[in-house]
């Protein structure tokens, strides 16, 4: 009880100091807004093209691959493995919630079933789940402007908005003093454990943008594993018709 | 002695229908006694057996992060050696290499979950094998698989459908093959039925990328379950055996052990109940028969028989009685016993229940049907405590009647 009560006043410390700190000063909290708009549309595009290399740590080894891959809007994406030579031309089609992968050896596509969509996505530390969500922070999650990070710029924290069904309910950001760019995220599952946390690394003006061109994914229940996502291209500008996104084309030789 | 004895015997005689009565009670006391016995030994054996048998075996070896993390790198290096020095132990009686590789499988296009099993399908059809008592025909060829009977039935699957599988292999790559549905699998192990594609052993490494490879070793060795300790101590002595995780039964499944522990104490319980009760039937019916004959023992003493060797004679009776109930209360029991291990005992179907159903726990499929046995020692309890008891409770009015006055006992 008297702890509760300790906590509280030291937070309620931390609210009015936040909201009497001095206004102006380079360390003004940044507009929430703003922030939330910046995150959601980091990488958002009518329609894209680009090509990304996907590297696997564990602490066994080590295998990277690289990958094509086409997006329109938030729900269909193609991505076509391009190396190593062994798996090259397997692919993945999303279409809305729906995932499927073909596989040119044995010339079959497969449907990943719901029950395996929290598995593994081409063993990676990306699950199927992670394709296929189309969420917002806008539209799906309540922002609130924690304080300072430790290590410079800006925490801000995202809890799952009420009726929301998805994996994370907090997800919070590191983004630095301008706001501009994430930094870290830590991904809090349903029952409040830090599940995963992701770093945006390595800055440079790609097709115009500026963006994290390293994202580094560390699963925090597996130690020693990493999966790394690297920019090699990106055109966010892309013509891209809709029917890329169709098994036909998920099947067509390449 | 002789004499008392041939007076006993002509005292059992004289009165057929009080000796059967007797007889009877002491007879039904130890088939009782056996019949429980029987059932719990069959039920001991068939949990023990639905447990160490085919899925976990006595014994396990795994790399030490397999059983936690389940990545499909996580291997045993060099499998083949390493099982051909455990087969050679003299403790073990059968040990098999195995995959584990989950997978999505599709008929169609529709992918669902299932594990991939590679195993030595010729050698896991022997004793104690995951395809015990599977015939020769069954066998599925190199591209062949053997699917679970529900995963069959949920993903329609009949003999001859091409099925597409996509795993991972061991070095991260996309492994991916198609096998031709060969057979129908119906297991004691829940996981095999519902999620089960068995291929062969090397069509499994071929597939998955372990070349020589395996996930687990699984291990019987030739005494009881319980002997588990000592058998991974000789498993931790084996060449390649050193650097892995070696388990027994008791410690992979802990609570699945706790719960037979448990179940083997309820069973002590009711085996108790019925001992107790079984001795209470023939104390009453040895007490009542004595009580019964007080006048004639009365009689006795005044004819100038001492206290003492009343006592013999009735005694004599109790131990001759006791002697031939439990006898034929044994063989009563054991045939009981016998024709329900020869036919099998169903409780699921004592109930309102008409259909039998087989009990599924800790995901393994537990064969509802009990073939219930006994141990030669198993006799000795009912004999030693039916006999003691019918004794006891024969003497107990003897001594009171052997104390009385002639004329008081006369008078009952």
């Known amino acids: ?254 | 002695m002789p004499s008392t004895l041939r007076i006993a015997f002509r005292n059992l005689g004289r009165n057929g229908r009080r000796t059967a009565l007797a007889l009877v009670a002491i007879a039904i006391a130890q088939t009782a006694v056996l019949a429980i016995d029987g059932l719990m030994n069959g039920w001991v054996e068939a949990s023990l057996e639905a447990m160490t048998g085919p899925m976990m075996g006595h014994a396990q070896l795994h790399h030490p992060d397999w059983r936690e993390e389940r990545g499909p790198d996580l291997v045993i290096e060099d499998a083949d050696a390493t099982l051909a020095r455990i087969r050679a132990l003299p403790d073990v009686e059968s040990a098999y290499a195995r995959i584990y590789a989950p997978a999505l499988a599709a008929r169609e296009v529709d992918g669902r979950a299932v594990v991939v099993v590679g195993v030595d399908i010729a050698a896991e059809r022997g004793p104690g094998g995951l395809l015990a008592g599977l015939p020769e025909g069954a066998i599925p060829d190199a591209r062949g698989a053997l699917v679970g009977s529900r995963l069959a039935r949920e993903a329609g699957l009949s003999v001859g459908d091409e099925l597409a599988l996509l795993g991972q292999g061991a070095d991260g790559s996309f492994a991916n093959d198609l096998v031709r549905v060969s057979g129908v699998l119906q297991t004691p192990i829940d996981l095999v039925n519902r999620m089960g594609v068995i291929v062969h052993l090397e069509t499994a490494r071929d597939v998955f990328v372990m070349p020589g490879q395996a996930h687990e070793i699984n291990v019987r060795g030739a005494g009881a379950p319980d002997e588990a300790p000592a058998l991974v101590a000789a498993l931790r002595g084996v060449e390649g055996a050193d650097a892995l995780e070696i388990l027994t039964w008791r410690e992979l499944a802990p609570q699945l052990s706790q719960f037979i522990d448990i179940a083997g104490v309820y069973g002590l319980v009711v085996m108790m109940i019925v001992f107790i009760a079984a001795a209470a039937g023939v104390a009453n019916t040895m007490l009542m028969a004595t009580f019964e004959r007080r006048r004639e023992l009365g009689m006795l003493l005044s004819l100038g028989t001492s206290p003492g060797r009343l006592v013999r004679i009735v005694l004599a009776e109790a131990v001759i009685l006791g002697l031939f109930g439990v006898a034929l209360g044994t063989l009563l029991g054991a045939g009981l016993v016998l024709y329900q291990g020869a036919v099998g005992v169903d409780p699921t179907t004592w109930g309102n229940q008409e259909e039998s159903m087989d009990v599924a726990m800790y995901g393994l499929n537990w064969a509802a049907t009990i073939h219930p046995y006994l141990r030669p020692a198993d006799v000795l309890p009912g004999f030693v405590g039916v006999s003691v008891v019918s004794v006891v409770a024969a003497l107990w009015p003897a001594l009171i009647t052997a104390r009385l006055e002639p004329m008081e006992a006369m008078r009952g």
């Not at chain 1, 936040?18 to 959601?40: C, E, H, K, N, Y």
């Not at chain 1, 596509?109 to 296929?132: A, E, F, K, Q, Y």
């Not at chain 1, 969500?133 to 999650?141: H, K, M, P």
């Open chain 1, 1 to 254: 009880m008297e702890r509760s009560i300790r906590a509280g006043g030291a937070a309620l410390a931390v609210a009015l100091l936040l909201t009497f700190a001095p206004t102006g000063s380079a360390q003004a909290p940044p507009d929430l807004d703003r922030v939330t708009r910046t995150l959601d549309d980091l990488f958002r595009s009518s329609a894209s093209v680009g090509r990304i290399e996907l590297t696997v740590v564990t602490p066994r080894g080590t295998r990277t691959m690289r990958m094509r891959m086409w997006s329109r809007g938030e729900d269909r994406a193609l991505i076509v493995v391009e190396a190593p030579a062994r798996d090259q031309g397997t692919a993945t089609l999303r279409r809305d919630r729906n995932l499927w992968n073909y596989l040119p050896r044995i010339s079959r596509t497969i449907r990943v079933p719901p029950s395996m969509m929290l598995s593994s996505w081409m063993g990676t530390d990306l699950t199927n789940d992670d394709l296929t969500q189309s969420s917002t922070f806008r539209e799906d999650f309540t922002g609130q402007v924690v304080g300072r990070a430790e290590g410079g710029g800006w925490t801000i924290r995202y809890d799952a908005n009420e009726g929301v069904v998805g994996l994370w309910r907090r997800i919070e950001y590191d983004v630095d003093d301008a706001a501009a760019l994430p930094l870290r995220a830590r991904y809090f599952d349903r029952r409040m454990r830090l599940a995963r946390v992701m770093r945006f690394e390595d800055v440079r003006v790609m097709d115009g943008r500026r963006i994290p061109t390293r994202l580094v994914l560390e699963p925090q229940d597996r130690e020693g594993h990493r999966t790394e996502m690297r920019y090699l291209e990106m055109d966010f500008d892309a013509s891209v018709p809709e029917s890329t996104f169709s098994l036909t084309e998920l099947e067509r030789p390449r």
